[in-house]
């Protein structure tokens, strides 16, 4: 019988040695879709947290929402921030040693909360705006292999600035009516991105969330997914899984919570597809990055 402790054993021994790279710059993902509630949030921390520890890639998960969902599943008191990423883009504060939290070994989060909002409107009026984020994230390239970024359920400065910094966008919709239909508005502004800002953008795949196979809705949304989008879907599903709920409620990710979980299973899934397919990365690196501090936590 596979027992608990046995699946546990396996997710050390299929866990890869730390990464190394050789002046590569990372992956920078960003999760968007301007529907709310399509699991961008949930994809993006068990994502960065599996990049993390099953792989051993360094990654930084940047919580881009006012909502700070994020930096809430992964146990940052965001009534409390003394910094936060709306003091990287407003230049107050520019010292990441500062502004980044220890997740674990390889894990860091840049958090978010409300006040982000409050810089909308200057962002918005500086010819800079949306750039900004690109370039206060320059001088930590180096310190990792994976930046992912959660993005709010807007099609606004806060997802434009994202997509322009990031190298791909990973798009989650669930099986519900609206899902699909409104990622063409979100694929209209990666085309815009791509032709002004940023030709690198890739969209990295769609993702299909919450769905449930039992239902004949969740079939038929994976099959306008797949006739619609072809190659551009992922293979992966991620399934319905009470677990996930349970491992937000716990503030930890899907892999720390349970990883005998189907949450887990699809989350790992996906990982391993995203690294089969969007990158390989040279066997090693030049340096160990230094500099990042805080508390380290198991998430
Ligand atoms: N696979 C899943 N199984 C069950 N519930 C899920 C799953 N994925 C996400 N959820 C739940 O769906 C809700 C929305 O998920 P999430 O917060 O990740 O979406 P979001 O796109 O980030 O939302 P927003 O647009 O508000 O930022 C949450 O309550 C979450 O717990
Ligand atoms: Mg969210």
Not at 50 to 55: E, I, N, S, Y
Not at 197 to 223: A, C, H, M, W
Not at 243 to 259: C, E, L, N, T, V
């Amino acid at each position: 019988m596979v027992t608990r402790q046995k699946i546990l054993d396996l997710f050390q021994t299929i866990r890869a040695p730390r990464r190394r790279r050789l002046g590569v710059p990372p992956r920078i993902i960003s999760i968007s879709n301007n529907k709310g509630g399509t699991g961008k949030t949930t994809t993006a921390v068990n994502l960065a947290s599996g990049l993390a520890f099953l792989k051993g890639y360094r990654v930084l998960l940047i919580d881009f929402d006012p909502q700070g969902n994020a930096s809430i599943a992964l146990e940052v008191d965001i009534e409390n921030l003394d910094c936060s990423v709306q003091d990287l883009l407003t230049g107050k504060v520019t010292d990441f040693k500062y502004l980044l939290w220890d997740r674990g070994e390889n894990l860091k989060i840049l958090p978010a909360n409300n006040a982000l909002k409050d810089i909308e409107n200057e962002l918005v009026s500086n010819i800079d705006g949306r750039v900004r984020l690109r370039e206060r994230l320059a001088p930590i390239l180096n310190d990792f292999d994976y930046i992912i970024i959660d993005t709010p359920p807007t099609l606004g400065l806060f997802t434009q600035g994202p997509l322009i910094a990031s190298t791909a966008v990973i798009i989650p919709v669930d099986v519900g009516f609206f899902s699909l239909q409104g990622i063409r508005h979100l694929l209209e502004d990666i085309e815009k991105i791509r032709s002004h800002y940023n030709p690198n953008l890739q969209i990295g795949g769609i993702l299909l969330t919450k769905s449930d196979s039992r239902t004949i809705l969740s079939k038929q949304v994976e099959q306008t997914l797949r006739k619609n989008f072809r190659d551009k879907a992922f293979e992966t599903i991620i399934r319905v899984n009470v677990d996930i709920i349970r491992s937000q409620i716990a503030r930890k990710s899907i892999f720390a919570f349970d990883p005998a979980s189907t949450g887990a299973k699809d989350y790992s899934s996906l990982i391993a597809e995203i690294v089969g397919n969007i990158v390989a990365f040279p066997r090693e690196r030049s340096e160990a990055s230094g500099s990042i501090q805080k508390k380290a936590r198991g998430h």
